[in-house]
């Protein structure tokens, strides 16, 4: 479990997570010390807190119409992160990054390296196959993240990516917790590092 979030100023704090195991109530409590993302040995972290806040993003943005005012600005906040700390989203590409000539090289590499061929049969029934093609021998592990139609997130399917080639992962139609999916609209992000890829399924039943 990753814990994100930003802060002011660096120094000392007590932190208390909260919640269930096993229906049973459970209670955390952590010390340490803030660093100061000034210090170079530390500057991954800003990356860390903005990719995980994209996603958060994304999931709100995904349960709304796209032409709702509270979208429009939930994309426009997505995209302002995206540029300041070189994390591609849907919304951003390297046409579309601003900055220095490191983080353009960066994301245009980025956007040559992976395509997200979808995914068939769509709309499925049982099961589809998600189709990501890497072009560079990249070797990394990645996530797919199906969420329902109202951003919840329902099911986590981890893969590998050895090399450059075409990876088909499956998805049956189950949810985290074992059970099926009910027929709808799903959309799903690819979580590849410092990338973000997205796309939309129809389950039938």
Same mark, same amino acid.
């Given at each position: 479990?990753?814990?994100?979030?930003?802060?002011?100023?660096?120094?000392?704090?007590? #932190?208390?997570?909260?919640?269930?195991?096993?229906?049973?109530?459970?209670?955390?409590?952590?010390?340490?010390?803030?660093?100061?993302?000034?210090?170079?040995?530390?500057?991954?972290?800003?990356?860390?807190?903005?990719?995980?806040?994209? !996603?958060?993003?994304?999931?709100?943005?995904?349960?709304?119409?796209?032409?709702?005012?509270?979208?429009?600005?939930?994309?426009?906040?997505?995209?302002?992160?995206?540029?300041?700390?070189?994390?591609?989203?849907?919304?951003?590409?390297?046409?579309?990054?601003?900055?220095?000539?490191?983080?353009?090289?960066?994301?245009? !590499?980025?956007?040559?390296?992976? +395509?997200?061929?979808?995914?068939?049969?769509?709309?499925?029934?049982?099961?589809?196959?998600?189709?990501?093609?890497?072009?560079?021998?990249?070797?990394?592990?990645?996530?797919?993240?199906?969420?329902?139609?109202?951003?919840?997130?329902?099911?986590?399917?981890?893969? +590998?990516?050895?090399? +450059?080639?075409?990876?088909? #992962?499956?998805?049956?139609?189950?949810?985290?917790?074992?059970?099926?999916?009910?027929?709808?609209?799903?959309?799903?992000?690819?979580?590849?590092?410092?990338?973000?890829? +997205?796309?939309?399924? #129809?389950?039938?039943?």
């Amino acid at each position: 479990m990753i814990v994100s979030g930003r802060y002011l100023q660096p120094g000392p704090v007590n #932190v208390t997570l909260s919640g269930f195991a096993f229906n049973h109530p459970v209670t955390y409590q952590y010390s340490f010390n803030r660093v100061d993302s000034a210090d170079s040995r530390y500057q991954f972290l800003t990356k860390l807190w903005a990719k995980q806040k994209i !996603e958060y993003l994304l999931v709100l943005y995904y349960a709304l119409n796209p032409n709702d005012p509270v979208a429009i600005a939930l994309k426009n906040q997505i995209i302002q992160i995206s540029i300041s700390y070189g994390v591609l989203s849907p919304f951003t590409s390297y046409g579309t990054i601003t900055g220095t000539s490191e983080i353009n090289n960066e994301i245009t !590499e980025v956007s040559e390296t992976y +395509k997200l061929a979808g995914n068939y049969p769509n709309p499925f029934n049982p099961s589809t196959n998600i189709k990501l093609i890497v072009n560079k021998n990249i070797f990394r592990t990645a996530y797919i993240r199906i969420y329902n139609s109202i951003g919840q997130l329902i099911k986590i399917i981890e893969f +590998k990516i050895n090399g +450059k080639g075409i990876y088909e #992962v499956t998805w049956n139609g189950d949810l985290n917790n074992g059970h099926k999916a009910a027929s709808g609209v799903y959309f799903y992000i690819v979580d590849i590092g410092d990338v973000y890829l +997205k796309s939309k399924m #129809v389950l039938l039943k």
